[in-house]
């Protein structure tokens, strides 16, 4: 099949053609990302609904996606987005094709430090969604919801602020939710004790009680991004990026979330010109399709 052989930005256009090509594309691009260590695209927020779609050895492209329009991606997992909206609308989409599969209204109309992780992929009927914040500096609030529930169950956890700082990685691995903190803490969270637990993240020998089930890559942006093929003529950008779980060797691989400048200046250079500020996400482009009265 023609399809099979296309590179995913050219199975998006592929798919525009016909009703039949467009079916074509789905079965394409899960055999295109099954292929053996996949790296991840680069997709960023731009302006409204235009969008950016990075990849060092391909360049950007920039797709038109209206359901992005005003979200915010909480978490990225095998193609899905975890998206989120002012008033407290959260739902999955899949961007290359537009699936969407929306969730109950979130409790909080606005975010602030909210981190997301996913068991699975929402069309799966185990999937479990997780979503965690600091409340204040003494206590953590966990917001969980299984496929099929209408409302979020929400469980408090006693972590200080100084034992516990900002998120920037989250996964989910036989039953356990992961948080990792930007220090060497991590809370794991147990679907099933309902139960948080604090754990010190250390190096060096000896018998641990428990390994982590995965390992964390940082500063994965310097090491895969062109800064002048990605920024072009911007030259004072702002960029959050929501990371994602990844599969290398085998092993299961989260790259950390990260806060990227695109200027060298210094911070009193910076603040003199106008700073533009994104949000990005690690993503494994896929196209999904699914029926249109698919619900949670």
Known sequence: MVAIRLPIIELLCFSSVCKHWYAASSSASAQIESA???????????????????????????????????ATCLASLQGWLLLFKQGGSIFFLCPMSSAKITLPQFPHSEISDHVAAISSPPTSPDCIVSVVNRSDSMNMDLHLLRRGEEDWTKHTMRFHIDNFKSINCATFYEGDFYYLDTGNAALIFSVKKKSGTRCQIVDGEG???????????????????????????????????????AERDGCNEFIRSEDIQSSEKSEEEQEEEVCIKKRGVWIFPRFFQIPHDQRW
């Open 36 to 70: 053996p260590y996949q790296q991840p695209w680069l997709f960023i927020q731009t302006e409204g609904s235009r969008c950016s779609l990075y990849k060092k050895s391909r360049g950007n492209f920039h797709p038109d996606i209206p359901e992005m329009d005003g």
């Open 207 to 245: 018998e641990p009680e428990r390994y982590l089930p995965f390992f964390t890559t940082q500063d994965y942006f310097v090491r895969n991004v062109k800064k002048e093929q990605l920024f072009g003529s911007d030259k004072n950008v702002f960029i959050t990026i929501c990371g994602t779980l």
